[in-house]
DNA sequence: TATGAATGAGTCTTCATTCAT
DNA sequence: GATGAATGAAGACTCATTCAT
């Protein structure tokens, strides 16, 4: 009857909310740091809930990295989109890194899933996802070889963002992007 | 005499066998994780001597940290040996990465520090250390620009690496970095 | 069913038996020494519990001095009923005295908030309530200077049967408030 | 042949250092709190020093205790002392209480040994030297009923003092005192 | 003899997990 | 089903005491 009745009656968006909030814990304090108390406080709901939900703290932190591992893909459509849209040249995906790096808490939702996906063999299939969508996009105009340099840059770039203060220049970025994508003058060699 | 007998006395070499111990650990486990108990274990001492040699686990994670920050030094120091005596060209540091990369101890002791220093503002210096050196190597040659941009390509290889079974080719690397270290043809941003 | 059955769940009155225990031990083994170990044998909890209910060692600690501090607060009624019913005469006050002294477990307990109250400057008020009270209840009779005295006193005969075996006498208690109470001969120090 | 050697040439003051340390310690820190790394580290020797001459904590707590009831009698000297060249007035004992009152040191090394011996057995002995000899001084003027009463009352303003900030005035201490030992009208009751 | 390293018992505290209600 | 109380296994840390050197 009240709002609290309502809720009540929705266990489908009470677990979202759970794995929601440990998601966003996993990225504030660390995959390592995060516990049932915390996250049921987060998420607001009594500590029984994160237990009822998830026979696991284990299952509940998979599910959330899973989580941040879509909003990784979110985050791959809006970069397609654009790509489609404007082309991939090195200007375009400058301006892209460079949104992503103003994005900080986006930053560290992805040095998240990395970080645990060392440590963890079943999530590093998602930890890759990213740089292997990024490279799909970039293989139909510059071939898988320098498509995935492209994309191994970037991941290189988003690390020194994570350990640096002072962001990398638009120049930088533009003109390494450039130095990686250009044809090859050597014909043998043009892409794989 | 018997089973109860105190070990020998060795204060030295038994800190340094803690703080190996450590080390290891946060390689194998991540810097999370290691606790007194995992250390004593993995070195062989009780648990008692892990803190009479450390106020704290945290003073005793630091300076496991510090040890591997050593080892990466030494790594350095072998890279610049050897761009001084064969030259920092493309093929030169390909080769170079490549023998990093076979070392998967050296892979995820790296992985470990800077995974550290993301969430630790005192490790973010030790975790810079090794890109600014590199740069600093290629910076006589190829000016701040391209050398940052090298660097930062070489540890998206590095990252690359810790998640994928696959090593990149060489081919790739020294196209790669051919493409970032080549002279610009425009002569006003040449270098910074 | 079998002997690992859980306890009943009742969890105000198990906090009230765990600050029971701890208030117990506080004046049996002095503030200082109380451990959860202690308190949770004493109370029949396990060791978790006391953990549970208390942020901190020492909230439980607090908490058992407060309950101290609210027995003293019972006598203290008693006594106030006693002086109006009787009067505050040296005669009254040293039945109440022989009264008080007879508890042994009473006399433990006030000393053991005043001791744990000379380290804490928290404690201090809790334990200045007793004699103040005393010294509010004398003051419409003798005024403040010799109702203060008379409390000071009264608190000396208490510390006098902590550390000895043979209680004064009735006729010592009796002369020695009767000196103090007495009306000053000189008028211009009547009172203050 | 230096300083150190010929210190370590003498170890009962080495002794007596060590058990000074731990006396004063006893006195800030509470009886409870010292450890010999503690006073290992007040007294200036190593952390060997403080278990090669006590073959238990306890023993040098006790002897500590034992040393502190020395610093009690060196204070009822010069007490006794004062009171023999002036007399043993009210008027006296105020300006010797106040004296009292004014060295917190002492103050709280008395209130130290108390505590410990109300919870200590073996040390009653000691904590009641102090009332004891105080008695003895007025014995001979007053009798022992009212000069057990005044150093009863003498206890009491000293208690007073440790958990209260404002000290009692000389002219409450006089007046009460003096009503304490005046003699009786009655001569039935006239001393005992 | 003097020192301080060695050890393990014991302290507080946090939590995953279970399960009574 | 939902809740949060219950429990015990760790975890970090401190120290008395022992004993090699």
Redesign the interface.
Known sequence: MSEGARRRRDPQSRRREIVAAAAELIVEV????VTHRLIAERAGVPLGATTQYFTTLDELRSEALLCLGAEVDARIAHIRAVLEQHGATPAVLTELIQQGLADARAL?AD?AV??A???DPQL?AL??RW?EQLTGFLVPVYGT??A??AA??????L??A???DEP??A???E??L?????P?TDPT?TSD
Chains 1, 2, 3, 4 share one sequence.
């Open positions: 660390g995959v390592g740091a560290a040095g990395v970080t996906a060392v440590d590093r930890a890759r740089s070889r320098r995935t340099a191994v840059f970037i991941d290189g770039v690390w020194h994570r350990i640096h990398l220049s120049a930088l970025l003109d390494a450039t130095g990686i994508l250009r090859r060699t």
